[in-house]
């Protein structure tokens, strides 16, 4: 009886102690200095994050990059050590419990807020995440979008790209438009 008990208060223990998992997912079509400043912030509160680049079918007009391009664009940015880039499709192979996952929101604004309670509910209603922290920006982001980006990028403004996305993605986006 006593070993029974034992063990049932190690795995209580083990249950309590386990270890979150930090995702944040988007479309990241493409990631911005904006995306970035969130991704540190999360990866200063639970040291590693990853970040899931996916396809989302409410903007696939908008959708200039493939979710693998996506991750390839991450790595032009200076990431902080423990942050993992994967594919919804990568990520999904790992057999995540996602009882432990803790999604990363990234918000600007109220209309921000508001389309980010739906993707939490949605989330929530197919995968059963529960647990979700959203970051609010800080206000030298409040503008920055991937829409901005391709607005600017099809605009041909180099020097406005410049200020919202790497160097590489800036020059992805101008060949691919």
Sequence with gaps: MIRYIEIKQKQKRRKRNAKCVCVYPGTFCPPTFGHLEIVKKAAEMFGEVYIICSAN??????????????????????????????????????????????????VRDDGDFEYEKKVMMGNNRELGIDKFLVIVSEEKYKNVSSTLARKLATAGDGVGLAEIVSNEVAKKLMERI
């Design 57 to 106: 079918p409410d903007k696939e007009g908008s959708v200039l990059f493939s979710p693998e391009e996506c991750r390839e664009m991450w790595w032009s940015y200076d990431l902080p050590v423990g942050v993992k880039i994967a594919t919804l499709a990568e990520f999904m192979e790992k057999e995540i419990d996602f009882s432990r996952v803790v999604m990363v929101r990234g």
